[in-house]
């Protein structure tokens, strides 16, 4: 129990400032729209069809007012009501053996949704609607990501050292992706991941 706690207390001082402290320089200074904001009007996206169909959204729930949030970048949100107590309380379940946890994550931190199909030459487009910086990295499995206080009983990723950060209100467009399963993880939270299925195009009939 002293190693747990040992380590549990680390989570803000270490791993948050490990994950975020080189993001804090990317960071946008202004206010990120609340979860509820329309993702095409945050940042200017062109509505097209069934666009809202091929696009994913990266959020959290950080709450402004905690000023422990401040040491690793901030929360950029406008509203939001996870502390970073709650954030820890919910990294591990103690309800395995071995009895220092496995990870679980907080499940706020999220992709949405977190599995989308589409067809083969069809751009999808990634938004970080979150008031927190995150990383949307296509990995061949799943596992830790570059924090390793956050990683509990997971190994890092391969892909994760070489991730590139998504701050407030950014987006990224995944374009050309080939036929298949394609699996994305945040390689600072590796709790929040997303699989996108890629099919063959399909011919409407009129």
């Not at 996206?45 to 169909?53: A, I, Q, V, W, Y």
């Not at 820890?88 to 309800?95: D, I």
């Not at 938004?127 to 009983?153: K, Y």
């Amino acid at each position: 129990m002293d190693t747990f706690a040992k380590y549990a207390g680390m989570i803000v001082t270490c791993g948050l400032i490990a994950g975020c402290s080189r993001d804090s320089a990317n960071t946008a200074s202004t206010q990120v729209q609340s979860r509820d904001a329309d993702a095409s009007s945050m940042v200017g996206l062109k509505s097209e069809g069934s666009d809202h169909n091929r696009k994913i959204a990266m959020r959290d729930e950080c709450d402004p007012t905690d000023p422990a949030w401040a040491p690793t970048g901030g929360c950029l949100l406008a509203r939001g009501a996870v502390r970073v107590a709650e954030f820890n309380a919910f990294l591990r379940s103690p309800l395995t053996i071995p009895a220092n946890g496995s990870l679980v994550g907080h499940p706020a931190w999220r992709n949405e949704p977190s599995y989308l199909s589409v067809e083969v030459g069809k751009s999808v487009r990634v938004t970080n609607e979150g008031g927190r910086v995150h990383t949307f990295t296509e990995v061949a499995a799943f596992g830790g990501g570059r924090v390793p206080p956050l990683n509990i009983a997971l190994s890092p990723a391969p892909e994760c050292p070489g991730s590139v950060n998504v701050a407030p209100g950014e987006r990224v467009s995944l374009e050309g992706l080939p036929l298949g399963i394609h699996k994305f993880q945040c390689c600072i939270h590796p709790w929040m991941r997303a699989v996108v299925r890629v099919s063959p195009e399909t011919h409407s009939h009129s």
